[in-house]
């Protein structure tokens, strides 16, 4: 690709991944909507745009395939075909290799998909379904390879040269006639584009853009988003209104790049009232026919280029803007304190306002990390779609809350909890149709997907109404696998049974699969979520379903802490993780084997010594002892400390090195008088 390509591959790629997902999304709902014209339209768009950009960037391989695409399309949409299964499994492999191909692109990997046996296969559905293939736009058979050439739109018809009078159609008039009666000189001009231009859609904008500088755009034929989506050959029309010499005009849209030949014609009306308001059909029908016929459809453009509202950003400048504003935190506090120790009046408003903007721009900086969980969530339609065919199941995927957001770190990291899960929910929960109607349930198993934001996190449920789970299944399973003892098996309750699901090594599988088998998915959706200082829950009614619960925070980056003293050490606890804070009474402290615990409000309360866990010598010898009652996936525990000293804004550093994966810390901080201290694990101390 030459330099002046190279420069347009990221936002190809981008846009590439956009329509992509409009294909697989409108795909998998038109397999349960065959009559939705809508989504077959919306399918045709994605295909036919992303072909035409593919051969503006020169990946002939992706036009050519799309273009097949196309061919399938434009016949399912015609009546020609149907959408049959072996039609859409066609399409959906032509997906999946479009997505490999765009990432090929993306890293500059030279392509090795060779795409004539989905070409032949397209090919042969068009035949089957007899539809006549016909020529391509080159002129061949469609399953030629011959070089494919951009499709035409119907040219307007070319104004009269400079001076002349121009003849407009009804439309063109009125709005022609409004600029005149603002004080406006109107003028149409005709712009064409070199036949080599290879971005037509960017020289077009560049056009509008350097008109719209001295100029006021009323109208383009086609329409701008025509325009903007580069659907004209040669050229295009703009009908302008101006106080400017409208031949510099011209001239300035000579000088740029690649336009070919740029005329323009001034717009005469007698008078105001020549076209009035509001004119008869009769009256306007004759002007209309003898100058315009079947010209495309004029789109009033009021603005020259629309305002961005958004631009794409690196994420590692993101990250690094995260960064910054975590120092920028730890210094905040730095400032507080000394505020607070030396009460100088003159920097209490000071203080206070670097204290309000830094949260603002805390704030700010966050919501920018924060991601729809739908771009996790969009990619599981279709996997469940391909499982439930191989192991011959029934299965329908239903999204809830795709609107709730993450920061995008915790996203990032639930795709392959989230993946095991719904495996799980397809090969282990929903029964085969056969099973379900013996069962009576109808043969289609659901599963759901829900997200919903709680407090101050968000719980993402992935709900099946299978067979569910049997307690006493797992107990004897895992008894069998020498995870736990028989003894302890017999003690536990059906609550702690399910939770045997998510230990190393665990499956109910008989046999190992492609699809599970080798008890490592619940582990690592477990192992996963806690790393990223979340939860996992489990319920489930024998014949009934399942439901996994994921508890995740809303962001990795900055949190709200509760600081602990233990012996001469501050910890730092996630306030999310914090239920309450308890004093315990020495006297009323129990034993069961090894294990301390109290009474609380009717319920047992396993207490831990944060001290007896790091080695320190606590100096805590009261009748009374402080405990922070901490929430893991719905177990409650005691975090027996010292001394509690306060609620504080902490950023969080993760660990690295010989201090990555110590159990018992989820990564540091830095206090506001630089002191570095660990941030507790709730979840590996339960």
């Not at 998915?521 to 489930?540: F, H, Y």
Request: hydrophobic fraction near 40%.
């Amino acid at each position: 690709m030459d330099a002046d390509m190279a420069e347009y591959k990221e936002e190809f790629v981008n846009e590439a991944r956009e329509h992509l997902q409009i294909l697989n999304q409108s795909l998998l709902d038109l397999e349960h909507d065959e009559s939705n014209i809508d989504l077959l339209n919306n399918i045709f768009r994605a295909a036919h745009t992303l072909k035409g950009s593919s051969a503006t960037m020169g990946y002939m391989e992706v036009n050519k395939l799309t273009h097949r695409m196309e061919n399938v399309l434009d016949a399912i949409r015609n009546g020609k075909t149907g959408v049959t299964s072996e039609v859409m499994d066609a399409i959906f492999d032509c997906f999946d290799t479009l997505e490999v191909m765009i990432d090929e692109i993306e890293s500059d990997t030279p392509s090795s998909i060779d795409v004539s046996d989905l070409v032949n296969q397209l090919d042969g559905l068009l035949t089957e379904g007899g539809e006549n293939a016909g020529p391509d736009e080159s002129g061949g058979p469609v399953g030629s390879d011959a070089p494919q050439k951009p499709e035409k739109v119907e040219e307007p018809e070319k104004p009269p040269e400079t001076g002349q009078v121009t003849p407009l159609s009804e439309e063109e008039l009125k709005i022609a006639n409004d600029a005149i009666n603002r004080g406006l000189s109107v003028f149409k001009m005709q712009i064409e584009l070199d036949d080599t231009c290879a971005l037509k859609s960017v020289r077009a904008v560049m056009v509008l853009k350097n008109i719209g500088d001295h100029a006021e755009i009323l109208a383009t034929v086609p329409g701008d988003e025509a325009i903007e989506d580069g659907e004209f050959d040669p050229g295009f029309d703009v009908i302008f209104g101006t106080e400017e010499d409208g031949n510099a005009i011209k001239e300035s849209v000579e000088h740029v790049n690649e336009v070919a030949k740029a005329s323009i014609t001034p717009v005469i009306i007698e008078s105001a009232e020549s076209v009035p308001e509001s004119s008869t059909e009769d009256e306007s029908k004759p002007k209309s026919e003898s100058v315009s016929g079947a010209a495309p459809a004029l789109q009033k453009k009021p603005d020259v280029v629309r305002s961005v509202q958004s631009v794409r950003v690196n994420i590692e400048k993101l990250d690094s803007l995260v960064n910054m504003v975590g120092e920028l935190v730890i210094n905040k506090i730095r400032l507080l304190q000394i505020q607070s120790t030396h009460q100088i009046k003159e920097l209490d408003e000071t203080v206070s306002n670097i204290d309000r903007l830094t949260n603002d721009l805390r704030d700010e900086v966050m919501q920018m990390r924060m991601v729809p969980v739908d771009q996790v969530f969009k990619r599981f339609p279709r996997m469940v779609r391909d499982l439930a065919k191989k192991k011959g199941k029934e299965i329908e995927m239903i999204l809830e809350g795709k609107d709730i957001e993450l920061d995008r770190t915790v996203l990032d990291e639930i795709g392959e909890p989230m993946v095991h899960l719904i495996r799980n929910c397809v090969d282990h929960g929903i029964e085969s149709p056969g099973e379900r109607e013996s069962a009576g349930k109808p043969r289609s198993g659901t599963v759901r997907l829900i997200a919903r934001r709680e407090k101050n996190h968000v719980d993402i449920k992935v709900i099946d109404d299978g067979a569910g789970i049997d307690p006493d299944k797992l107990r004897a399973k895992g008894v069998d696998r020498g995870i736990v003892s028989k003894e302890e098996a017999d003690a536990m309750n059906d609550e702690n049974a399910l939770l045997l699901i998510f230990a190393p090594g665990f499956s109910m599988a008989e046999a190992i699969t492609d699809i599970s088998g080798r008890g490592v998915g619940m582990d690592v959706v477990k192992t996963s979520i806690e790393a990223l200082g979340g939860s996992v829950s489990i319920k489930s009614d024998a014949g009934v379903g399942t439901e996994v619960t994921l508890k995740l925070p809303l962001t990795m980056a900055i949190i709200q802490a509760l600081l602990v003293g233990v012996a001469q050490n501050v910890y730092a606890v996630p306030i999310s993780s914090v239920l309450e804070t308890i004093s315990v009474r020495t006297d009323s402290i129990r034993m069961m084997g090894q294990q301390k615990l109290i009474t609380l409000r009717g319920s047992v309360l396993p207490l831990v010594w944060v001290h007896d866990l790091f080695g320190n010598v606590s100096e805590n010898e009261h009748e009374e002892v402080t405990a922070v009652v901490v929430d893991r996936g719905g177990q409650h525990i005691g975090l027996v400390v010292d001394s509690l000293l306060g609620q504080q804004e902490i950023a969080i550093k993760s660990l690295s090195g010989m201090l990555a994966g110590v159990r018992g810390f989820a990564g540091a901080t830095i206090l506001g008088d630089g002191k570095v201290i660990m941030i507790l694990d709730v979840g590996s101390m339960m």
